[in-house]
Nanobody, 123 residues
Framework: QVQFVESGGGSVQPGGSLRLSCTAS????????VGWFRQAPGKERDGITC????????NYADPVKGRFTMSRDYAKNTAYLQMNNLKPEDTAAYYC????????????????WGQGTQVTVSS
């Protein structure tokens, strides 16, 4: 069974940190670029970071640049999102997904979506 499961979400105060995990089963992450996306209530799902499959290079959307770090552990078949200095505007459901066509791929080329994990930042 192909499955991608996110975990690590929760509630945190502004300035706090969380680490999200996304573990794949039924397929091997090393064959894919992996992206993290987030969706706040009433807004579209936006890509925030991605790691490429061929060299593990990463890119970040401007709102999270310098605060979030994406990585992956091939042995654990897991991708991570370290989030530091969290802000209220980071509140959203966070999702991971994969693509075989690189980090710049059109949304239609992304699949294996996880169920999402909620992050809430408030004082």
């Amino acid at each position: 069974q192909v499955q991608f499961v996110e975990s690590g979400g929760g509630s945190v105060q502004p300035g706090g940190s969380l680490r999200l995990s996304c573990t794949a089963s039924g397929f091997t992450l090393e064959n894919y670029a992996v992206g993290w996306f987030r969706q706040a209530p009433g807004k579209e799902r936006d890509g925030i970071t991605c790691i490429n499959s061929y060299d593990d290079s990463t890119n970040y959307a401007d709102p999270v640049k310098g605060r979030f770090t994406m990585s992956r552990d091939y042995a654990k078949n897991t991708a991570y999102l370290q989030m530091n200095n969290l802000k209220p505007e980071d509140t959203a459901a966070y999702y991971c997904a994969t693509t075989r066509t690189g980090c710049g791929s059109n949304r239609a080329h992304w699949g294996n979506w996880g169920q999402g994990t909620q992050v809430t930042v408030s004082s």
